[in-house]
Nanobody
């Protein structure tokens, strides 16, 4: 069992920045690909970004390309999501997720085995 703990959410004005963190305390996360998803009120959960185990590859939803950056520090068992140029439509609960599977579509939430509790991001206009 891998426990994931997100932090870094909050309230920010449009155009601002936030950095989310996803920690896996006491676990070796280097064997897991990590993903970020979000869910806005009344909407389905959607893919935001993913990063492979050794950071060789990263993937982004079109809606966040050029604004968000996913990264990880395996020594700290932590993944990050740097969010710049935030827009009101980025408002959602953001979840991190982990999977040991290789060569899958990391934008598909069905491939992930472990999920964090979520952190709220609110962008005011």
């Amino acid at each position: 069992q891998v426990q994931l703990v997100e932090s870094g959410g909050g309230l920010v004005q449009a155009g601002g920045s936030l950095r989310l963190s996803c920690a896996a305390p006491g676990r070796t996360s280097s064997r897991h690909a990590m993903g970020w998803f979000r869910q806005a009120p009344g909407k389905e959960r959607e893919f935001v970004a993913a990063i492979t185990r050794s950071s060789t590859s990263t993937y982004y939803a079109d809606s966040v390309k050029g604004r968000f950056t996913i990264s990880r520090d395996n020594a700290k068992n932590t993944a990050y999501l740097q969010m710049n140029s935030l827009k009101p439509e980025d408002t959602a609960v953001y979840y991190c997720a982990a999977t040991m599977r290789l060569y899958v579509d990391y934008s598909d939430s069905a491939w992930y085995d472990y999920w964090g509790q979520g952190t709220q991001v609110t962008v005011s206009s």
